[in-house]
């Protein structure tokens, strides 16, 4: 356990509680994208997390100025190589977060199986926070704008390697 994580899980538990929900409610079983297989509850996901022994670690694809750490809990990791993905297949261009940036999508496969999970964690209001947390590796974040390509476009793979996209989120 380590009490640095537990203390920014607890703030975002109170800070940002609706998100925080809703993080743990995506990454369970049934879920798309990263998620864990054996917890159907966002009860037992989290004791998980508040439990597992997470080590500081870096990435070169986080963010300046958050702080990574990383524990053996497995999950399913959401997101998939594109160069993998059939000749016919079209991805979509997903701005959700309203970022002003897309990322690629794709729809109807299940990720890979990993012995890991990624901990993201940075400041709310000068408040310590978890971010995110995942199964798998963390991703840079794109550069393509919406200004390029729209939130909702279809494109073929060849056009997403094209803009420089080697990654899909499965959704």
């Given at each position: 356990m380590n009490t640095f994580v537990v203390e920014a899980i607890a703030n975002t538990r109170k800070v940002l509680p609706e998100y925080w929900d809703n993080t743990l409610k995506a990454r369970l079983n049934g879920g798309v994208g990263s998620t864990y297989d054996q917890f159907d509850k966002v009860e037992e996901l989290e004791k998980a997390l508040l439990t597992a022994d997470w080590?500081?670690?870096?990435?070169?694809?986080?963010?300046?100025?958050?702080?990574?750490?990383?524990?053996s809990l497995?999950?399913?990791?959401?997101?998939?190589?594109?160069?993998?993905l059939p000749a016919d297949t079209l991805l979509v261009a997903d701005d959700r977060k309203?970022?002003?940036?897309?990322?690629?999508?794709?729809?109807?496969?299940?990720?890979?199986?990993?012995?890991?999970?990624y901990l993201?964690?940075?400041?709310?209001?000068?408040?310590?926070?978890?971010?995110?947390?995942?199964?798998?590796?963390?991703?840079?974040?794109?550069?393509?704008?919406?200004?390029t390509l729209s939130h909702g476009s279809k494109v073929s793979k060849a056009y997403a390697k094209e803009l420089g996209f080697d990654l899909a989120k499965i959704v």
């Open positions: 080590e500081e670690t870096s990435h070169p694809d986080v963010m300046p100025g958050c702080r990574v750490f990383k524990t497995g999950g399913r990791y959401g997101i998939v190589e594109i160069s993998s309203n970022t002003g940036r897309v990322a690629m999508t794709v729809k109807g496969i299940k990720g890979e199986l990993v012995p890991f999970t993201i964690i940075g400041k709310e209001d000068g408040i310590d926070v978890v971010y995110t947390f995942h199964p798998g590796e963390p991703i840079r974040p794109s550069v393509v704008e919406t200004a």
